[in-house]
């Protein structure tokens, strides 16, 4: 998995504000999680589903286009 889909999907699951996402990025969360059982993953994954993932990315998609276009 890609560090920034594990980023998105944390932020789904624990609902974090942009400055809790900046601070786990800051202080490595997903190298250290990676370098651990990795179990709680599982769990996260269950809870997402693909469709949202997908509608997820392609708002961040839309947006940064709209961001480029101004």
């Not at 998995?1 to 944390?10: A, H, Q, V």
């Not at 996402?21 to 490595?28: F, H, P, T």
Request: glycine content about 2%; hydrophobic content about 30%; some cysteine.
């Amino acid at each position: 998995m890609e560090e920034k889909e594990f980023y998105i999907r944390m932020c789904i699951k624990n609902n974090y504000s942009a400055r809790e996402l900046n601070r786990q990025i800051a202080s490595s969360y997903y190298q250290r999680y990676m370098l651990s059982n990795g179990g709680a993953l599982e769990s996260v994954e269950r809870t997402i589903n693909d469709d949202d993932m997908k509608h997820l990315i392609n708002k961040k998609r839309k947006k940064t286009r709209t961001q480029a276009l101004a």
